[in-house]
């Protein structure tokens, strides 16, 4: 299946209906007088974020959304029933833009969240509302106001606790499948992963995490090179990041300017994305060799950074599991940091 993050759709509210021109008429009751009633309100547009979608695929074939009009007033001060809305599903973490002023209509997060993102126009007043002292018997009635039509634009943001980020070929993928049961195509060459994928971390005691593993970074993807925002974009909602070194990469350049590669690239898309906590993990140590950078000083280099390291390999599992530890211990210790400041800031 393609993973599609990105989508434009046209999407419009129904018209309202008309008003009814009617009169009283009975027998025994002359001049019974006008008794049109309202016309029904158009349907509005409204969005809903479902779990059971991944993707923003479905509306590659389907971009035009339209609400139903409003039925038409009858007499007997009948209204006019209420056009049907039109309801848009999307995946939960989909942001809705206005395509022309780039105005922010709904931000979904929850699953069965919804926001109605364009009214249905109003039904038109029946006759009986025009009647006054001197016009006893109008014979004008309203037409319904006119639907509104939007053009939107549908951005897809993972929604994960963890976020991998390395360069090319560091072995994020590998190390995915081997934490949960996520089978993301692996392959020895770069920019194998095209696309994010989604693995569940599972812990003795019940406790799960997401973890997403995020197509290859390489520099001036803060500019758009390479998979450019369509990588950074994935990570602003994770609430920590885990950097992937690769042991073995040698570019002609110091694996430690691989990791500062990644934080300027970061940094440089969002400073609030560069804020977010974030562990570094060394992988491919079971092809560690003289012939590569040294791995305790490469950790006493990153350490006096401030960032603790990893060694681990993702092929073999060694180190895994203390790793697996430690990112949930760092997810709590987040989490405890943003309660506070909530009640920092309530107080």
């Known amino acids: 299946m393609v993973f599609v993050d990105e989508a434009v759709i046209t999407a419009r509210s129904g018209d309202g209906g008309k008003g009814c021109v009617s009169f009283r008429r009975e027998r025994f009751v002359p001049k019974g007088g006008p008794d049109g009633g309202n016309g029904g309100d158009g349907g509005s547009v409204i969005i809903r974020a479902t779990e059971r979608l991944y993707t923003l695929r479905d ?22 029933k209420n056009g049907p809305p039109c309801v848009i599903e999307t995946p939960v973490g989909t942001l809705v833009q206005d395509d022309e002023t780039g105005d922010i209509l709904a931000d979904l997060v929850e699953d069965n969240q919804e926001v109605i993102l364009i009214t249905g126009g109003r039904g038109g007043r029946g006759n009986q509302h025009f009647a006054t002292s001197t016009n006893r018997a109008p014979r004008m009635a309203q ?5 509104r039509e939007k053009r939107l634009r549908l951005t897809l943001k993972l929604l994960a606790h963890v976020g991998l980020v390395g360069l090319p070929n560091a072995g ?28 569940i971390i599972d812990y003795e005691n019940g406790e799960t995490l997401i973890m997403a593993d995020i197509p290859g970074l390489v520099e001036g993807a803060s500019s758009g090179r390479g998979l450019g925002h369509r990588f950074l974009r994935h990570v602003e909602r994770t609430g920590l990041l885990l950097h992937l070194l690769d042991i073995t990469y040698q570019p002609g350049q110091d694996i430690m300017e691989d990791f500062l590669t990644l934080r300027r690239e970061i940094e440089a898309f969002t400073p609030q994305l560069a804020k977010k906590p974030f562990l570094v993990a060394i992988n491919k140590i079971d092809l560690y060799g003289p012939e590569h950078r040294d791995l305790p000083g490469l950790q006493k280099a990153l350490l006096n950074w401030g960032v603790p390291s990893f060694p681990i390999s993702a092929l073999t599992g060694e180190g895994l599991e ?26």
Request: hydrophobic share 25%.
């Open 322 to 347: 203390e790793l697996k530890e430690t990112i949930l211990q760092k997810w709590k210790e987040t989490q405890r940091r943003w309660v506070r400041k909530g009640s920092e800031k309530s107080s």
């Open 172 to 199: 994020k993928s590998t190390l995915l499948s081997s934490l949960t049961m996520a089978r993301p195509k692996i392959d020895a060459y770069p920019f194998t992963t095209t696309a994010p994928n989604l693995g």
């Open 143 to 147: 037409p319904g106001l006119p639907g």
């Open 59 to 80: 509306f590659t074939r389907q971009r035009h959304f339209r609400a139903g009009n409003g039925e038409t007033g009858r007499g007997k001060s009948q209204t006019g």
